[in-house]
Protein backbone atom coordinates (compact mmCIF):
# COMPACT_ATOMS: atom_id res chain seq x y z
CA UNK A 1 0.00 0.00 0.00
CA UNK A 2 1.16 3.28 -0.21
CA UNK A 3 2.57 5.63 2.07
CA UNK A 4 0.45 8.43 2.85
CA UNK A 5 1.97 11.89 2.43
CA UNK A 6 0.85 15.16 4.20
CA UNK A 7 2.18 18.57 2.30
CA UNK A 8 2.20 21.88 4.12
CA UNK A 9 2.04 24.92 1.43
CA UNK A 10 1.89 28.58 1.52
CA UNK A 11 2.18 29.83 -2.00
CA UNK A 12 2.47 28.72 -5.69
CA UNK A 13 2.26 25.00 -4.77
CA UNK A 14 5.03 24.17 -7.90
CA UNK A 15 7.18 22.17 -5.29
CA UNK A 16 3.64 19.83 -4.00
CA UNK A 17 2.98 19.79 -7.80
CA UNK A 18 5.99 17.92 -8.83
CA UNK A 19 6.23 15.16 -5.38
CA UNK A 20 1.93 14.79 -6.59
CA UNK A 21 3.51 14.21 -10.35
CA UNK A 22 6.36 12.08 -8.89
CA UNK A 23 3.83 9.99 -6.95
CA UNK A 24 1.31 9.69 -9.81
CA UNK A 25 4.82 8.29 -11.57
CA UNK A 26 6.00 5.49 -9.24
CA UNK A 27 8.96 7.30 -8.64
CA UNK A 28 7.76 7.62 -4.98
CA UNK A 29 5.99 5.34 -2.93
CA UNK A 30 3.28 7.62 -1.69
CA UNK A 31 0.54 9.49 -2.19
CA UNK A 32 -0.51 13.10 -1.03
CA UNK A 33 -3.54 12.72 0.89
CA UNK A 34 -3.73 15.76 2.13
CA UNK A 35 -2.43 19.16 1.63
CA UNK A 36 -2.65 22.46 4.28
CA UNK A 37 -2.61 26.10 4.28
CA UNK A 38 -2.34 28.75 6.47
CA UNK A 39 -3.77 30.74 3.42
CA UNK A 40 -5.73 30.72 0.54
CA UNK A 41 -2.71 30.56 -2.11
CA UNK A 42 -2.34 28.98 -5.31
CA UNK A 43 -1.20 25.23 -3.80
CA UNK A 44 -4.67 24.80 -2.23
CA UNK A 45 -6.29 25.32 -5.62
CA UNK A 46 -3.74 23.07 -7.63
CA UNK A 47 -4.54 20.57 -5.33
CA UNK A 48 -7.96 20.76 -5.27
CA UNK A 49 -8.13 20.71 -9.05
CA UNK A 50 -6.34 17.61 -8.91
CA UNK A 51 -8.75 15.97 -6.87
CA UNK A 52 -6.44 15.78 -3.54
CA UNK A 53 -8.16 16.77 -0.32
CA UNK A 54 -7.13 20.19 1.07
CA UNK A 55 -7.61 22.39 4.49
CA UNK A 56 -6.82 25.63 5.05
CA UNK A 57 -6.37 26.16 8.32
CA UNK A 58 -6.14 29.75 8.54
CA UNK A 59 -4.02 31.87 10.84
CA UNK A 60 -5.69 34.73 10.58
CA UNK A 61 -8.62 32.94 11.77
CA UNK A 62 -7.72 32.11 15.10
CA UNK A 63 -7.31 34.17 18.36
CA UNK A 64 -3.75 32.97 19.04
CA UNK A 65 -0.44 31.44 17.32
CA UNK A 66 -1.32 28.13 19.98
CA UNK A 67 -4.95 28.16 18.75
CA UNK A 68 -3.70 27.91 15.17
CA UNK A 69 -0.74 25.49 15.84
CA UNK A 70 -3.24 23.11 17.52
CA UNK A 71 -5.84 23.30 15.45
CA UNK A 72 -3.01 22.58 11.80
CA UNK A 73 -1.77 19.69 14.20
CA UNK A 74 -5.27 18.05 14.72
CA UNK A 75 -5.83 18.11 10.64
CA UNK A 76 -2.82 16.67 9.80
CA UNK A 77 -2.96 13.87 12.31
CA UNK A 78 -6.49 13.28 11.27
CA UNK A 79 -4.77 12.28 7.53
CA UNK A 80 -2.66 9.77 9.73
CA UNK A 81 0.45 10.96 7.54
CA UNK A 82 3.71 8.62 7.47
CA UNK A 83 5.59 11.93 5.68
CA UNK A 84 4.38 15.42 6.61
CA UNK A 85 5.79 17.44 4.01
CA UNK A 86 6.61 21.40 4.66
CA UNK A 87 7.20 22.77 0.83
CA UNK A 88 6.39 26.29 1.23
CA UNK A 89 5.45 26.64 4.21
CA UNK A 90 5.64 30.21 5.11
CA UNK A 91 5.06 29.87 9.22
CA UNK A 92 6.95 28.57 12.20
CA UNK A 93 5.83 24.95 13.40
CA UNK A 94 5.22 25.02 17.04
CA UNK A 95 7.29 22.63 19.19
CA UNK A 96 3.66 20.51 19.92
CA UNK A 97 3.61 20.27 15.94
CA UNK A 98 7.14 18.98 15.56
CA UNK A 99 7.15 16.89 18.34
CA UNK A 100 3.98 15.05 16.92
CA UNK A 101 5.61 14.10 13.74
CA UNK A 102 9.02 13.41 15.13
CA UNK A 103 11.36 11.74 12.19
CA UNK A 104 8.34 11.90 9.70
CA UNK A 105 8.74 15.52 9.27
CA UNK A 106 10.73 17.27 6.22
CA UNK A 107 11.38 20.83 5.35
CA UNK A 108 12.32 22.15 1.76
CA UNK A 109 14.48 25.35 2.06
CA UNK A 110 15.97 27.86 -0.70
CA UNK A 111 19.70 27.34 0.42
CA UNK A 112 22.26 25.66 1.55
CA UNK A 113 22.19 25.29 5.29
CA UNK A 114 22.82 26.36 7.89
CA UNK A 115 23.35 29.44 5.35
CA UNK A 116 20.54 31.83 4.87
CA UNK A 117 18.02 30.38 7.04
CA UNK A 118 14.78 31.98 7.40
CA UNK A 119 11.51 33.29 5.56
CA UNK A 120 14.05 35.14 2.77
CA UNK A 121 17.00 32.44 1.47
CA UNK A 122 17.23 33.48 -1.83
CA UNK A 123 17.21 37.63 -0.93
CA UNK A 124 19.91 36.70 1.85
CA UNK A 125 22.13 34.37 -0.37
CA UNK A 126 22.02 37.22 -3.20
CA UNK A 127 22.40 40.21 -1.11
CA UNK A 128 25.54 38.60 1.16
CA UNK A 129 26.91 38.61 -2.67
CA UNK A 130 27.93 34.55 -2.52
CA UNK A 131 28.76 33.03 -5.70
CA UNK A 132 27.06 29.57 -4.78
CA UNK A 133 23.66 28.71 -2.96
CA UNK A 134 21.35 25.88 -3.54
CA UNK A 135 18.41 23.99 -1.55
CA UNK A 136 18.38 21.67 1.49
CA UNK A 137 15.77 19.48 2.43
CA UNK A 138 16.08 18.19 6.18
CA UNK A 139 14.43 16.50 8.71
CA UNK A 140 12.84 19.61 10.98
CA UNK A 141 14.06 20.10 14.65
CA UNK A 142 12.55 22.45 16.84
CA UNK A 143 14.69 25.22 15.84
CA UNK A 144 14.02 26.82 12.19
CA UNK A 145 15.69 25.44 9.27
CA UNK A 146 17.62 23.30 11.63
CA UNK A 147 18.36 19.62 11.47
CA UNK A 148 19.71 16.54 9.85
CA UNK A 149 20.25 17.04 6.24
CA UNK A 150 18.97 14.29 3.54
CA UNK A 151 19.65 16.09 0.33
CA UNK A 152 21.57 19.58 -0.52
CA UNK A 153 22.22 20.83 -4.15
CA UNK A 154 24.02 23.59 -5.14
CA UNK A 155 23.04 25.88 -7.70
CA UNK A 156 25.94 29.17 -9.11
CA UNK A 157 24.52 32.81 -8.70
CA UNK A 158 24.91 34.09 -12.25
CA UNK A 159 25.52 37.87 -12.32
CA UNK A 160 22.88 39.27 -13.77
CA UNK A 161 20.96 37.47 -11.13
CA UNK A 162 17.57 38.86 -9.54
CA UNK A 163 15.58 36.98 -6.72
CA UNK A 164 12.81 35.86 -9.09
CA UNK A 165 15.35 34.45 -11.85
CA UNK A 166 17.70 32.65 -8.99
CA UNK A 167 14.53 31.32 -7.22
CA UNK A 168 13.66 29.75 -10.52
CA UNK A 169 16.89 28.19 -11.12
CA UNK A 170 16.48 26.93 -7.49
CA UNK A 171 13.18 25.72 -7.59
CA UNK A 172 13.93 23.46 -10.94
CA UNK A 173 16.06 21.77 -8.80
CA UNK A 174 14.01 21.41 -6.22
CA UNK A 175 11.47 20.23 -8.30
CA UNK A 176 13.79 16.99 -8.43
CA UNK A 177 15.24 17.00 -4.98
CA UNK A 178 12.23 17.13 -2.85
CA UNK A 179 10.93 14.05 -4.82
CA UNK A 180 13.88 12.11 -4.33
CA UNK A 181 14.00 13.00 -0.69
CA UNK A 182 10.22 11.62 0.00
CA UNK A 183 11.34 8.13 -1.75
CA UNK A 184 14.31 8.09 0.71
CA UNK A 185 12.43 8.18 3.80
CA UNK A 186 9.58 6.49 2.30
CA UNK A 187 11.73 3.50 1.24
CA UNK A 188 10.52 0.30 3.23
CA UNK A 189 7.68 1.72 4.35
CA UNK A 190 5.78 0.70 1.48
C1 LIG B 1 10.49 26.88 -2.39
O1 LIG B 1 11.56 27.42 -3.09
C2 LIG B 1 10.89 26.51 -0.98
O2 LIG B 1 12.23 26.12 -0.89
C3 LIG B 1 10.67 27.82 -0.27
O3 LIG B 1 9.48 28.32 -0.81
C4 LIG B 1 9.39 27.92 -2.17
C5 LIG B 1 8.01 27.37 -2.42
O4 LIG B 1 7.75 27.29 -3.77
N1 LIG B 1 10.58 27.64 1.15
C6 LIG B 1 10.94 28.56 2.03
O5 LIG B 1 11.37 29.64 1.72
C7 LIG B 1 10.77 28.13 3.47
N2 LIG B 1 11.47 29.02 4.33
P1 LIG B 1 6.45 26.56 -4.32
O6 LIG B 1 5.25 27.09 -3.55
O7 LIG B 1 6.37 26.92 -5.78
O8 LIG B 1 6.64 25.09 -4.11
Known amino acids: MASRIAVLVSGSGSNMEALADACAA ?6 IVMVASDRPCRALEIAGDRGIPTQLVEFSAFGSRDEWSHAL ?9 D ?17 TFEGRLIN ?13 GVRDALEFGVKVTGT ?12 PILLQEAVA ?13 IKDVEHRLLPEACRIMLQGRT
Do not use: W, Y
Request: aromatic content about 4%; glycine content about 6%.
Open 26 to 31: NEVPGE
Open 73 to 81: RDAVVACEP
Open 83 to 99: LVVSAGFMRILSPAFVD
Open 108 to 120: LHPSLLPSFAGAH
Open 136 to 147: TVHLVEHQVDHG
Open 157 to 169: VLPDDTEEKLHER
